[in-house]
């Protein structure tokens, strides 16, 4: 298996640009996370998928960011306009979601965001 | 709501040692499931191992065991034989049979000395 497969690796923005940060889920599985890591907040979950649809976004900073799942083989973090304290690891994870389960979550390599 | 609180920020472990890490979290919930996740100097977050709260039996995996208290909502991680390769951050995670995002702790990062 590929395992999670995320793109870019590593990003170098100037403050304002967008960003689009992309993940490939494990094929097969039917939901999908994605995690933000920093020194000063630890991980954070920004937004999860249950078959394409979003569940809970209630961690997501703000409207800047969005987050999108077209198909169950793709989505896409997007922040518009980034500033310098986005600046963090971005992790995409999925797992094979079933009621009542918990479910393991595998995470990608995630994607270094450096915000000038 | 439910929290994970690791109070190691950091151990060390000779090599071929035995190390535990410590691992506490509070729920209300029945029915849950505890992890260890390692996070080694490449950044990628690798599952150690997996205990469902309704099983008594602890989980292992080759040299990586857990003691899981359920009365003590206690969840430590014991590797044995501690290897160079065991380095890392360890992350203590959490997530509910029906919420499913995983709470993690704020992780102990461990050193293995040759």
């Known amino acids: 298996d590929a395992g999670v497969i995320q793109s870019p690796r590593h990003e170098v923005t100037e403050m304002g640009q967008e960003v689009t940060l992309r993940c490939k889920p494990i094929?097969?599985?039917?939901?999908l996370f994605w995690y933000r890591q920093t020194m000063m907040r630890g991980l954070e979950l920004l937004i999860y998928?249950?078959?394409?649809?979003?569940?809970?976004d209630s961690g997501m900073p703000e409207d800047r960011f969005s987050a999108k799942m077209p198909n169950a083989s793709f989505s896409t973090l997007k922040i518009q306009p980034s500033e310098p304290r986005d600046s963090a690891v971005y992790f995409c994870a999925s797992s094979l979601a079933g009621i009542g389960s918990g479910e393991t979550q595998y995470f990608g390599p995630g994607t270094r965001l450096l915000v000038l | 709501a439910q929290t994970v609180t690791q109070s190691q920020p950091e151990m060390s472990v000779q090599e071929a040692e035995t190390v535990t890490l410590s691992c506490t979290y509070d729920?209300?919930?029945?029915?849950?499931?505890l992890f260890w996740y390692k996070q080694p100097p490449s950044r990628q977050m690798i599952l150690v191992i997996r205990q469902e709260a309704y099983k008594q039996q602890n989980a292992t995996e080759n040299r990586f065991s857990v003691n899981f208290q359920k009365a003590a909502k206690s969840f430590s991680l014991k590797i044995s034989d501690s290897q160079l390769g065991d380095a890392a951050m360890y992350f203590c995670?959490?997530?509910?049979?029906?919420?499913?995002?995983?709470?993690f702790g704020s992780g102990t990062q461990l050193t293995v000395l040759p």
């Open positions: 094929s097969g599985h039917n939901s």
């Open positions: 729920t209300s919930e029945s029915d849950y499931y």
């Open positions: 995670a959490y997530s509910t049979g029906s919420a499913r995002q995983l709470t």
């Open positions: 998928f249950n078959n394409n649809v979003p569940i809970d």
